[in-house]
């Protein structure tokens, strides 16, 4: 669908080029054909010095039209550019913190995120872990997918009891969707179960 808006929009700008270089390309055979005609009707010094002054005035029209030529491409680069940013911001990702715990020994972290991708998609709410020292670090698209151990469709409350620093159990308080719930069971020594 995004490669359809892409080309959509790729279409709608180059038409608009094509449009914007044929009006210029028509001014321009416009004025350079009426000095022609005036040579041909009147041969008098009067006429010649008349198209001296109008070349003069076409150079500044042709001057003028270029530039008004290039403002529109810029405006219509500028635009391009625009949508291309819209259509990046549909892809990117928020991922909020909802919570987070330390294991007893406070050797690990686990934290509870909700990822919000837009209007489009629904929340995703996941659980990963990480050392005590690490950092999460979102991708390209603003996801945070390093120490997932569960993942389930919707706004989820969860809670996080850690028994120990091998064993964490995520206890799901309230789901908005009932869909599976997508659970590694383990992540480095850390045996991860899942209580609903």
Not at 37 to 56: F, I, K, T, Y
Not at 95 to 101: I, K, L, N, P, Y
Not at 143 to 153: L, N, T
């Amino acid at each position: 669908m995004e490669r359809l808006q892409v080309r959509n929009v790729w279409s709608s700008c180059l038409a608009e080029i094509s449009w914007a270089l044929s009006v210029g390309h028509q001014c321009l055979l416009e004025l350079s054909a009426a000095p022609n005609q005036l040579l041909q009707q009147q041969h008098s010094v009067l006429v010649m010095e008349h198209l001296r002054m109008s070349a003069s005035g076409r150079k500044a029209i042709v001057a003028i039209s270029m530039l008004a030529l290039l403002l529109v491409v810029a405006f219509l680069l500028f635009r391009v550019r625009a949508d291309f940013k819209a259509i990046d911001a549909m892809a990117e990702c928020s991922e909020s913190d909802a919570g987070r715990t330390a294991s007893p020994g406070k050797a690990y972290v686990a934290t509870v995120f909700v990822r919000n991708c837009g209007a489009t998609t629904g929340y995703v709410t996941h659980v990963n872990l990480r050392g005590a020292g690490d950092a999460f670090v979102p991708d390209s698209h603003g996801v945070i997918r390093s120490g997932e151990v569960i993942s389930m469709d919707g706004n989820t409350r969860v809670a996080l009891n850690w028994t120990d620093d091998a064993d964490l159990e995520v206890v799901v308080l309230s789901r908005d969707r009932r869909s599976p719930i997508n659970n590694s069971g383990l992540w480095n020594s850390v045996h991860v179960r899942v209580k609903e």
